[in-house]
C-alpha cells in the first residue's frame, strides 16, 4: 500500500507559477516511478510528467514541456511538478500518481491504467 498527499494547488493569474507537492508513505520510496496527471472538467484524467526512480529521467506532455518540471527527493519521500508560465487551459485537478510495478517511469506517459496509486488531488485554476 501506498499513500499519496499532495499540496500546493491554488489560484494564480495567467503568466504565474505554482509548486505542487506530494509525500508519499507506506513503502520503500526510491524504488517505483511518479508521476502527475490533471483533469479538467468534463474531461479524461491526462498524463502530465512522470519521473524514474532516482530522479534522473523525466518525461513530460507536449502541452506543457518547457514550463513545467517534475522532481523528487527520496530522503523526504516526496515529488514536486513546478508549474511555469500557467496558462487558463492548465486549469484542472491535479493528481500524484505511483506506478510501484516500473521503477523506470516509461510506462506513465501511456495514460493512467499505469497507475497503482493516487493521490487525493489539488486544484489549480489559472485566471486569465
Known amino acids: 500500500q501506498v499513500q499519496l498527499v499532495e499540496s500546493g494547488g491554488g489560484l494564480v493569474q495567467a503568466g504565474g507559477s505554482l509548486r505542487l507537492s506530494c509525500t508519499a508513505s507506506?513503502?520503500?520510496?526510491?524504488?517505483?516511478?511518479m508521476g502527475w496527471f490533471r483533469q479538467a472538467p468534463g474531461k479524461e484524467r491526462d498524463f502530465v510528467a512522470a519521473?524514474?526512480?532516482?530522479?534522473?529521467?523525466?518525461y513530460y506532455a507536449d502541452s506543457v514541456k518547457g514550463r513545467f518540471t517534475i522532481s523528487r527527493d527520496n530522503a523526504a519521500n516526496a515529488v514536486f511538478l513546478r508549474m511555469n508560465n500557467l496558462k487558463p487551459e492548465d486549469t484542472a485537478v491535479y493528481y500524484c500518481?505511483?506506478?510501484?510495478?516500473?521503477?523506470?517511469?516509461?510506462?506513465?506517459?501511456?495514460?493512467?491504467?499505469?497507475?497503482?496509486?493516487w493521490g487525493q488531488g489539488t486544484q489549480v485554476t489559472v485566471s486569465s
Open positions: 519521473i524514474n526512480w532516482s530522479g534522473d529521467s523525466t
Open positions: 500518481a505511483a506506478d510501484i510495478d516500473d521503477y523506470s517511469g516509461i510506462y506513465l506517459p501511456g495514460g493512467s491504467s499505469y497507475v497503482d496509486y
Open positions: 507506506g513503502r520503500t520510496f526510491s524504488t517505483y516511478a
